[in-house]
């Protein structure tokens, strides 16, 4: 990593979050011009990080053919155990590829959103909350993504023979061509969000078992449903050299051509900010300007230490990296801790105590479209979760459970707050918090809100054209 004189400032005032957080947008703001009407962040080199306009070839190219197979997989409820839910219904176009829930609710849940979603019966009941907020889905193409899930639970590792890293362990197959591709394969294992629960139907046994692969696994039972299709037998043929016939179709064709359509559909790298760094000045207000400066660098207002861009890093406004904030904590949690309401965040993966609930740096392109915020959607407005960050400690105590955007349901409301309402755990939850206090005063914050605004591909308003009208299995898209 480059080392440049501001980094050094930060280390000796010791105000550095972790060693991990030294990776502060990688720029050399010292030799950067600090005339307001010339700031433009200079690349430094460091490919993952620096300031520099996205273009083409940073992402992954992808076959019309794949992009066709997958939007039709991704759309098809057929790939759920009880044929209720797809890929679409948590990362919705209608909500900017997100669901507009704090907590997604899994298979079973009707309608879109907040407050349609209700307790479907039989087969469509919903046993639990999905315990993380759904992301977006934009510009996950990027070839500089090497980390996914909000606890960071897939990344590369060559100890696998997939060369992935996850929650599937060695099941997971040979021949995934992308992190991306890797991920969506483990939506359809998981009980709560797609597979059902046990003794619902076949793809629930296995999911509940945790066979993926093999004759018996989860991948299997959904191919064979897939393989008695004639359309998917040859959107899959048109897609794959290696596809001759029907039982030719396998789980990793799926997993990359849902990696192409998502990784070509949902690309959005024309935000006014995008237009700004390609050398268009007009592009971004005034404030939105100022915004960016206060965000990304440390000397704009003698801010000296942390400041947004210290996490919120390069052109994706993400370090990839993983970081405690005392972000508050809702829902039926990940099964961590002496009530099992907790959720330890990147601490799960790593098992290392210093990572305890920190969790992944978001990107911030097209923010404003995808509420609420947080890994477990605990904020409901943007300018609500950007001002959580300027005093994390005095936010999390102070957390107003109203805001959660949650279909109400006795049954489960019980357990959703159990751990804010458990100063003990949200001791703990603080005690963590390597945030400082920021430096931001509020007319700063309306600057940075302006550029967050300036974060908004346009093309990303309306993605309805990106969902087919059918599909192959003739199973409603909608409810
Ligand atoms: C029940 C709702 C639900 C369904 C159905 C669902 N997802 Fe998700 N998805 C989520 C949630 C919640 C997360 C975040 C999980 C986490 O970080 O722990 C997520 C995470 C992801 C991510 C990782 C994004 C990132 O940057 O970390 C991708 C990619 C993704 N889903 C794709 C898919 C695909 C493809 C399917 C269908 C095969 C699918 N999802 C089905 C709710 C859902
Ligand atoms: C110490 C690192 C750090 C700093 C500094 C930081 N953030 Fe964050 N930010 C994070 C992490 C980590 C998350 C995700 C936390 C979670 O989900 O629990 C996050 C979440 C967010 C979100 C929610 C995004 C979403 O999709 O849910 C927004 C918006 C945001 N940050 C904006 C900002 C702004 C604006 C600033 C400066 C005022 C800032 N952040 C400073 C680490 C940081």
Known sequence: MKTNTLKISLIISGLLVSSSAVA????????????????????????????????????????????????NLFFDKIMSGNENISCGTCHHVLTSTADSLSLSVGEGGRGLGHPARDTGTGVDAIVQRVPHNSPDLFNRGLLEINVLFN????????????GFNSPAGHQLPVGLDSILAAQNILPLTN??????????????DAAVNEIFEGPNGVWELLLIRLRGIPEYASLFQAAFDDV????DMN??????????????????????????????????SVTAQEGMRLFYDGNAKNLGGMTCGSCHSGTLQTDQDFHAIAMPQIGPGKGDGVNGREDFGHFRVSGDENDLYKFRTPSLRNVVLTAPYGHTGSFDTLRKVVDHHVNAIYSLYNYDTSQAQMPSRSDLDAIDFEVM????????????????????????????????????????LDIRDKAPRTVPSELPLAD
Not at 28 to 51: H, V
């Open 24 to 71: 502060i947008g990688g720029f050399d703001f010292s030799s950067s011009p600090k005339g307001k009407d010339q700031f433009l962040p200079p690349s430094s080199g460091n490919s993952s990080f620096a300031l520099k306009p996205l273009k083409d070839a940073d992402f992954r190219q992808s076959d019309p053919a794949q992009v066709e197979l997958g939007r």
């Open 191 to 204: 009980v709560t969000e797609m597979a059902g629960q046990a003794g619902e139907n076949d793809v629930a």
């Open 244 to 247: 001759n016939s029907a039982a």
């Open 251 to 284: 789980i990793t064709h799926v997993g990359n051509a849902i990696a192409a359509y998502i990784g070509t559909s949902f690309r959005a790298d024309n935000s006014p900010f995008d237009r700004f760094l390609r050398g268009d000045k007009r592009a971004m």
């Open 421 to 460: 309402e458990n100063p003990y755990l949200v001791d703990k939850i603080a005690e963590a918090s390597e945030i400082k206090k920021l430096k931001y005063s509020k007319k700063d914050i309306d600057k940075i809100m302006e550029f967050l605004y300036a974060l908004t591909d346009p093309a990303s």
């Open 151 to 162: 606890d960071g639970r897939i990344f590369p590792d060559s100890n696998f023979a997939s």
